[in-house]
Nanobody, 118 residues
Framework: QMKVVESGGGLVQPGGSLRLSCEASNTIYTVKSMAWFRRAPGKERELVARIRRRGSTDHADSVKGRFTVSWASVRNMIDLQMNDLKPEDTAVYYC????????????WGQGTQVTVPS
């Protein structure tokens, strides 16, 4: 069964940087897309950034210019570089993986906490 593992969360001061990584392992597939979502306390889960197999990306308006999602050098692994972090970025960040199957299958990681104190 495929595993989705996130890493890189932590506590960082406003204006600081963090890099999150997510790897989908134990699968025969090259993923169709991978994405980062986040859920802040008392808020709905929201899309942060998505990258598709061929490299096209989407970033939420709230993170454009500060966060960048990219493919890592390891198969089925992505990085999320987060710069100029703000207190409103505090959330649990979840990795989402979509497989190129029919019907489409997706899997979620357990989440990693990012905290930016005010």
């Amino acid at each position: 069964q495929m595993k989705v593992v996130e890493s890189g969360g932590g506590l960082v001061q406003p204006g600081g940087s963090l890099r999150l990584s997510c790897e989908a392992s134990n699968t025969i597939y090259t993923v169709k897309s991978m994405a980062w979502f986040r859920r802040a306390p008392g808020k709905e889960r929201e899309l942060v950034a998505r990258i598709r197999r061929r490299g096209s990306t989407d970033h939420a308006d709230s993170v454009k210019g500060r966060f960048t999602v990219s493919w890592a050098s390891v198969r089925n692994m992505i990085d999320l570089q987060m710069n100029d972090l703000k207190p409103e970025d505090t959330a649990v960040y979840y990795c989402n993986v979509v497989l190129p199957t029919v019907p489409s299958q997706e899997c979620w990681g357990q989440g990693t906490q990012v905290t930016v104190p005010s």
